[in-house]
Nanobody
């Protein structure tokens, strides 16, 4: 079983930056794809970004492409999401996810963290 714990959320002004982290533990981390989803109040969860085990493959939603960067440090069992040029519409709870590949993570990941809240003020 895999455990995922997010951190780094908070309140930031529009145009600012935040870096989210996701620490993974337990069996299943090795050779896994990881990623981020988010859910804004009153809206459905949406895919944000995904990364392969090696880091050579990344996927981004159109809404964050060019502003967010996903990365991982396998030696530390940790994944990151660097968020720049934040907008009020980025306000959401951000969830760390994990599954067998970046493609599966993008579509239907099995493992989810509890989420970390990001609020972007205008």
């Amino acid at each position: 079983q895999v455990q995922l714990v997010e951190s780094g959320g908070g309140l930031v002004q529009a145009g600012g930056s935040l870096r989210l982290s996701c620490a993974a533990s337990g069996r299943g981390f090795s050779e896994s794809g990881m990623g981020w989803f988010r859910q804004a109040p009153g809206k459905e969860r949406e895919f944000v970004a995904a990364i392969s085990w090696s880091g050579s493959i990344t996927h981004y939603s159109d809404s964050v492409k060019g502003r967010f960067t996903i990365s991982r440090d396998n030696a530390k069992n940790t994944m990151y999401l660097q968020m720049n040029s934040l907008k009020p519409e980025d306000t959401a709870t951000y969830y760390c996810v994990l599954d067998t590949s970046a493609f599966v993570v993008k579509t239907s990941p099995r493992y989810w963290g509890q989420g970390t809240q990001v609020i972007v003020s205008s």
